[in-house]
Every structure is written in structure tokens, then in C-alpha cells.
Nanobody, 124 residues
């Protein structure tokens, strides 16, 4: 059974950093796509970043380019999202999910096996 569990969220001041983890169980990360999304109340879920494990290709939404870095550790079956220079507008619940196809996408319809989410709050 595919299962993803996010962790690492919390409260951080603007300009600070957090590292989110997405731990997989029930499958390996080889030849798979993992995406990070975020959602705030009243808004649609937004694709933040994505990694294709077979070739390491990545995707970032424009608002996080240069600040966030996605990476994977296949041995630990974990995908990380390093978030630096955090801004209040990064506040959201962050989710990871498995891609249904072998390419990165920013659309949540292209993903499944969503985790429960981890809350990130950027505030002074």
C-alpha cells in the first residue's frame, strides 16, 4: 500500500529555513515522481516542486525558485524540500504525493497517495 508521511513543518520567522520530509512506505523511490504541493484555506492546492527520481529532473513554481530545493534519498525512501528565505506568503499546509505518470507536473490531478500534510507558518 502506497503511503507518504510528511514532517518538518512548524513556525519560523521570515527569512528563516525549514526542511520538510516526505517518507514513503509500501514502495521504492526508484523510477518515481514525487511532488510537493501547498494549500491555504479558501485557495486551490498549488504545485510547489517535483522531482523525477530516474534522472533527477526537477520542477519549481516561480515563486519559490532560488529559495526551495527538492532532493531525494532513495535508500531512506525520503524526499526532502529545503525551504530557505521563507516569506509569510509561504504559509500553508504542505503535502507530498506520488505522480501517476513519469514526468513532473504542477497539477494535483496528476498525483495520488497524498500524505496528511504538515503545517508551515512563517510569521514574526
Amino acid at each position: 500500500q502506497l503511503q507518504l508521511v510528511e514532517s518538518g513543518g512548524g513556525l519560523v520567522q521570515p527569512g528563516g529555513s525549514l526542511r520538510l520530509s516526505c517518507a514513503a512506505s509500501g514502495f521504492n523511490l526508484d523510477y518515481i515522481v514525487i511532488g510537493w504541493f501547498r494549500q491555504v484555506p479558501g485557495k486551490e492546492r498549488e504545485g510547489v516542486s517535483c522531482i523525477k527520481s530516474s534522472d533527477g529532473s526537477t520542477y519549481y513554481t516561480d515563486s519559490v525558485k532560488g529559495r526551495f530545493t527538492i532532493s531525494g534519498d532513495n535508500a531512506k525512501k525520503t524526499v526532502y524540500l529545503q525551504m530557505n528565505s521563507l516569506k509569510p506568503e509561504d504559509t500553508a499546509v504542505y503535502y507530498c504525493a506520488v505522480g501517476v505518470a513519469n514526468w513532473c507536473s504542477s497539477q494535483d490531478r496528476d498525483f495520488r497517495a497524498w500524505g496528511q500534510g504538515t503545517q508551515v507558518i512563517v510569521s514574526s
